[in-house]
């Protein structure tokens, strides 16, 4: 079975830019969670998405969005980036029976 | 709010020289402890998932425990390939949440 798949792999941007990431979860997984890591804070929780709904939301600004659609893929966007922005963005999915999370291999956003 | 704290941040082992790494937490009531290694610039691969107090689950030269308070991975005569982050999380069973809290980790260096 294929593991959760993020593109692009790598992205860099400037400050006021947006950006949109892409997650493709595990075959038969319906949530969805999104992290941000940075060497500083570790990792942080974004939001969650089961069945297109945000079911939870981290303490991050309202720049950070996401959306989830009815084949499980999500996609989380950044508005306005700023240089604190540059972290590891990691994407997770887990079952509807379980609540393990299986993670991807991330993406590197470099805001320069 | 959950609280994971891992000790200690950096260890430095010699090939077959076995230790422990500690994880302790806070938690509302506790849905789920979790396990995982990261290599350099990779996701999280997933370990263990530990439910209730006195469960022990074994992987390789891996091994990880659960009381009330605190998690222990056990590593038996480790090797160079287990050179990694380990990173602990909570999943707290308040509601909805389905967020894992992390802790920041311990950079395990295994020396031939």
């Known amino acids: 079975k294929a593991g959760v798949t993020q593109t692009p792999r790598y992205l860099i941007k400037t400050r006021g830019q947006q950006v949109t990431l892409s997650c493709s979860p595990i075959?038969?997984?319906?949530?969805v969670s999104w992290y941000q890591q940075t060497p500083g804070q570790g990792l942080q929780f974004l939001f969650e998405y089961f069945s297109e709904t945000q079911r939870n939301k981290g303490n991050f600004p309202g720049r950070f969005s996401g959306r989830q659609f009815s084949n499980s893929r999500s996609e989380m966007n950044v508005s306005t980036l700023e240089l604190g922005d540059s972290a590891l963005y990691l994407c997770?999915?887990?079952?509807?029976?379980?609540?393990?999370?299986?993670f991807g291999p991330g993406t590197r956003l470099t805001v320069l | 709010e959950d609280q994971v704290t891992q000790s200690p941040e950096a260890l430095r082992l010699q090939e077959g020289e076995s230790s422990s790494l500690n994880c302790s937490y806070t938690?509302?009531?506790?849905?789920?402890l979790f396990w995982y290694r990261q290599d350099p610039g990779k996701g999280p691969e997933f370990l263990f998932t530990l439910y209730s107090a006195g469960e022990e689950k074994e992987k390789e030269r891996l091994k990880a425990t659960l009381t009330k308070k605190e998690s222990f991975l056990h590593i038996t005569a480790p090797k160079p390939e287990d050179s990694a982050t380990y990173l602990c999380a909570v999943q707290g069973d308040g509601g909805s949440n389905y967020k894992l809290t992390f802790g920041k980790g311990t950079l395990l260096t295994v020396n031939p």
């Open positions: 997770a999915s887990s079952s509807s029976t379980g609540n393990t999370q299986y």
């Open positions: 938690v509302s009531g506790l849905r789920g």
């Open positions: 075959s038969g997984h319906r949530s």
